[in-house]
């Protein structure tokens, strides 16, 4: 079945160090998302992709940084400048434009300890 | 500014009940609404997109509407079951911070009394 995986579920982070979150999807979409998910607030964009090897910055970008070296992948680096990283993150995709909706992977929970 | 809000915050129905559940957004223009489920600590499932020129759609005992000119969606949920308790959120499409993107509400949180 097509679909997008996040790994891993948890993550913990130690202060200073950069953590990688996994996105990865077989549901040949051109455009993949990360958003951040914090209690009581929306879903806040960080970084999108529209094609492979673009990437543009969305609404939190500082202190997080992505690549996009293959249509299925999308990793993100929460980075040490990322003074308040706990919280959980989604990874979505689409096919692009605005007739097609998103799919969500099931995210990542990030803890500093 | 596109702001969504999605009111209550919380709600609790006894089973069988028919419940609708509110978003509002503040600019019109958009291209589509996408309502959503979330259960804990889990990620996103897609329930219903409603494009611009759409009024409903439906799906089983799903059914969203939506009205562009005053900023409106409802998601009915028909004989609501205990497996129906998660949050509800909705998202809009359209062109916000220099891109095309979803804004999202913050949730509806429903429990459903077996």
């Known amino acids: 079945d097509g679909g997008i995986t996040q790994s891993p579920k948890y993550l913990f982070r130690k202060e200073g160090q950069n953590v990688t979150l996994s996105c990865e999807q077989n549901?040949?979409?051109?455009?993949m998302y990360w958003y951040r998910q914090d209690p009581g607030q929306g879903l806040r964009l960080i970084y999108y992709?529209?094609?492979?090897?673009?990437?543009q910055k969305g609404d939190i970008a500082e202190g997080y940084s992505v690549s996009r070296e293959k249509k299925e992948s999308f990793p993100l680096t929460v980075t040490s400048a990322q003074k308040n990283p706990t919280a959980f993150y989604l990874c979505?995709?689409?096919?692009?434009?605005?007739?097609?909706?998103?799919?969500f992977g099931s995210g990542t929970r990030l803890t500093v300890v | 500014k596109q702001e969504v809000t999605q009111i209550p915050a919380a709600l609790s129905v006894p089973e069988g009940e028919n419940l609708v559940l509110n978003c509002s957004f503040t600019?019109?223009?958009?291209?589509?609404l996408q309502w959503f489920r979330q259960d804990p600590g889990k990620g996103l499932t897609s329930l219903l997109l409603?494009?611009?020129?759409?009024r409903e759609q439906t799906s089983g005992r799903l059914n969203a509407s939506l009205d562009k000119s005053s900023g409106r969606s409802t998601l009915y949920i028909a004989a609501s079951q205990p497996g129906d308790s998660a949050t509800y959120l909705c998202?809009?499409?359209?062109?916000?911070?220099?891109?095309?993107?979803?804004?999202f509400g913050t949730g509806t949180r429903l429990k459903v009394l077996a």
């Open positions: 549901l040949n979409h051109d455009a």
């Open positions: 998202a809009v499409y359209g062109w916000a911070s220099g891109t095309y993107k979803y804004i």
């Open positions: 992709s529209q094609i492979v090897n673009d990437f």
């Open positions: 979505a995709s689409s096919m692009g434009g605005a007739n097609y909706g998103y799919t």
């Open positions: 600019d019109s223009a958009i291209y589509n």
């Open positions: 409603i494009q611009s020129s759409q």
